[in-house]
């Protein structure tokens, strides 16, 4: 069964840090585009970072520059996504996805939405 489980969302004070994580089961990352995006309640999900499982080149959302950094570990099978200096509108699910029809194609995957292969997501929550 193919599968992606997030983990590492929580509850974190402005300014703070989070590193989440996206295991993949039942496939290989490194033969998939991995993408990170996230949703408020009531929006569309935005794309905000991709990385090529096979040569490791990444797209990054404008806004999230310096912030937001997506990395991998072939060996874990597992995706990241590095948040800093997290903000109040930082607060959403974040969701990771998989698809292998965007190799070559990271930035066409984070503007995509019919992905092959969606996790269950993570709550991100900034406040005081």
């Known amino acids: 069964q193919l599968q992606l489980v997030e983990s590492g969302g929580g509850l974190v004070q402005p300014g703070g840090s989070l590193r989440l994580s996206c295991e993949a089961s039942?496939?290989?990352?490194?033969?998939?585009?991995v993408g990170w995006f996230r949703q408020y309640p009531g929006w569309e999900r935005e794309g905000l970072s991709c990385?090529?499982?096979?040569?490791?080149?990444?797209w990054l959302l404008g806004s999230v520059k310096g912030r937001f950094s997506i990395s991998r570990d072939s060996a874990k099978n597992t995706v990241y996504l590095q948040l800093t200096d997290l903000r109040p509108g930082d607060t959403a699910v974040y969701y990771c996805?998989?698809?292998?029809?965007?190799?070559?194609?990271?930035?066409?995957?984070?503007?995509?939405?019919?992905?092959?292969?969606w996790g269950q997501g993570t709550q991100v929550t900034v406040s005081s």
């Open positions: 990385v090529d499982g096979s040569d490791g080149s990444t």
């Open positions: 039942g496939f290989a990352l490194k033969d998939y585009a």
């Open positions: 996805a998989a698809d292998n029809r965007y190799l070559r194609s990271v930035k066409a995957m984070c503007r995509g939405d019919d992905l092959q292969l």
